[in-house]
């Protein structure tokens, strides 16, 4: 029921009258914080900014540029070297400020770009001028050497870039007395160790000259470095080859990402025609040349050898014309352990670097500059920046032949399951040919530096090289046209337990007796000394049994 009196009256609450609504205290404190730390980063901003542009006036306004390694000129044709304004010191505890490389908007950003804005020192101590008219103008006119810190700086900015290759215990240690490493460099994308000379010269190239292009004119290891790792920094390349290139070497540098030309009939022809393109389109002409900068990455491979194998007595590297990569790490090795044998490789056909060593200067010898096995080996000495690093840190220099180099391919071949050419062989060819007595039961460490050998050079050397080496032997007898004579020397030979590869036989243009039928036969033994065992089985049953000498 309903109370009369109506609905009870609800008490009224207790009503406050708030305060002011302000923040607290501590929030406002935040805020004043957070802004004053805003207008001090506006501020260090917009100094900064003052400070590159002020640098980039200071470079502009000069009258000589100075040779450097991380400029380019835009008016002449300059090789792996660019000039402007000196760049800085780079200190190894500095590297860690310095980020990998940013790709926006398809630009190329690079961390070594602030480095070039400052007037400091970086890969030469001194100036020296080059004249425009000179036909090789480079950097490789300037003789100034490179330093442990430049090749610190290189190893930092490449290691995304390129493969640290393993440098392993080889198989072949027992069998020449000594604890032999491989330090395989082939196993590089492109085959060769010149991958890191060369992507540590194009990034350092300015941003502008990275939009215009770059330009080569071989069909060297070098060229096909350039090609793929242009490419990758979206860097246009251009590859100039002369008609007499092999077809496999033009289809690799097109699948590299490179606009291959076919231009001339010799070398010189697209050279030539490099430069006028270079000249006409504003492009980078770039030639293997001993530039700091890509002496500093080849350097990189010293570095390594160091960090991998402990306690190492020795290092063996090719040598030849292009002595960069020996050049570089002995300026690394030596400056880590002194103590450590620098020792450099090249062939007796041409001994290039003995000869430039003798004389004080780089030499050129035309004999042995399309030898297409050798390749880079018998290139010609390209500079006396890599000379002089080579004469003063570089304890000794053997040449060997070509025989030895074969062998040297045919035992990585069988042991370590690499096939190289002569350059990647040509450092184990001097433990193969007893070159170097005095590293008997030391740590040794060979640089196994390229694996560019054309297929059909590949079959070619290989048969040669089991020649070489008593594996593969020929002899000619006469024995009498009659039946079962024929069979009795397959007897003989399965004694022996060799293998036959091929039997000839020719009955008509023969000088023996009537009814004769001279057999020749090419087998396969084990061994220098099977090979003996079978000659002499031979001769004491066929005393008129003609051996091939090799």
């Known amino acids: 029921m309903v109370s009369p009196r109506g609905p009870p009256r609800v008490r009224p609450t207790d009503m406050t009258i708030p305060g002011p609504l302000l923040p607290p205290y501590g929030a406002i404190v935040g805020v004043l914080l957070r802004l004053i730390v805003y207008l001090v980063a506006v501020l260090y901003s917009f100094a900064e900014e003052l400070l590159l542009k002020k640098d980039d006036n200071k470079i502009k306004k000069q009258d000589v540029p100075a040779l450097c390694d991380l400029h380019c000129c835009k008016d002449g044709l300059i090789r792996n070297g660019l000039i402007g304004q000196k760049p800085p010191s780079i200190n190894p505890e500095r590297l860690k400020d ?3 490389e940013d790709y926006l908007n398809g630009d190329v950003k690079t961390w070594e770009m602030k480095i070039v804005s400052r007037n400091e020192e970086l890969l030469r101590d001194g100036l020296s ?20 810190e430049d090749i610190s700086a290189a190893a930092f900015k490449i290691q995304c870039s390129v493969q640290k290759t393993p440098c392993m215990y080889s198989r072949l240690s027992k069998q020449y007395g000594m604890d032999i490493y491989l330090k395989k460099e082939f196993l590089q994308y492109t085959g060769s160790v010149k991958e890191r000379g060369v992507i540590y010269l194009l990034t350092s190239l300015p941003q502008d000259q990275q939009r215009k292009g770059v330009i080569v004119a071989s069909d060297s290891n070098f060229s096909m470095a350039v090609a793929y790792h242009a490419s990758e920094l979206r860097i246009p390349v251009f590859v100039i080859m002369s008609t007499s ?19 001339g009939t010799t070398a010189k022809d697209s050279q030539m025609h490099a430069r006028r393109l270079a000249q006409e389109n504003g492009y980078l002409y770039l030639e293997e040349e001993d530039s700091a900068v890509y002496l500093s990455g080849l350097g990189t491979v010293g570095l390594e050898v160091y960090e991998q194998v402990p306690k190492l007595d020795a290092v063996i590297f090719p ?7 020996l050049a570089g790490s002995a300026a690394a090795l030596k400056h880590l352990n002194p103590h450590i044998s620098v020792i450099g490789v090249e062939s007796e056909s041409f001994p290039v670097l003995q000869q430039s060593l003798k004389a004080g200067h780089p030499t050129e010898d035309q004999a042995c500059s399309n030898h297409h096995f050798y390749g880079d080996v018998s290139g010609l000495c390209f500079g006396s920046n890599s000379l002089q690093l080579t004469g003063k840190l570089v304890d000794k220099v053997v040449a060997v032949r070509e025989e030895d ?4 391919m045919l035992r990585l071949l069988e042991y370590e399951r690499a096939t190289v050419d002569a350059e990647g062989a040509i450092g184990l060819a001097a433990l193969v040919a007893g070159k ?21 050079l590949l079959q070619q050397c290989i048969a040669r090289a089991l020649t070489l080496d008593n594996r593969v032997c020929r002899f000619s007898l006469v024995l009498s046209d009659c039946p079962g004579d024929i069979s009795k020397l397959l007897e003989a030979l399965a004694r022996e337990e060799v293998r036959v590869l091929d039997m000839k036989q020719e009955r008509t243009f023969v000088t023996s007796e009537l009814f004769t039928v001279e057999v020749t036969c090419t087998v396969e033994t084990r061994d220098k000394i099977h090979a003996a065992q079978l000659r002499n089985a031979l001769l004491e049953r066929y005393p008129t049994a003609v051996w091939t000498e090799r």
């Open 98 to 100: 310095f980020g990998e």
């Open 129 to 148: 001028h080059i004249p425009q008219s000179s036909s090789r103008t480079s950097l490789s006119s300037c003789n100034k050497l490179i330093r442990f």
């Open 245 to 263: 290139t092999s077809p496999a070497r033009v289809k690799m540098c097109r699948e590299y990402g490179a606009m291959v030309i076919s231009y």
């Open 319 to 325: 040598a030849g014309g292009h002595c960069g990569l």
């Open 405 to 408: 180099i074969l062998i040297s």
């Open 436 to 456: 170097l007595p005095e590293l008997k039961g030391k740590r040794v460490a060979v640089v196994i530096c390229s694996g560019n050998l054309e297929l059909h």
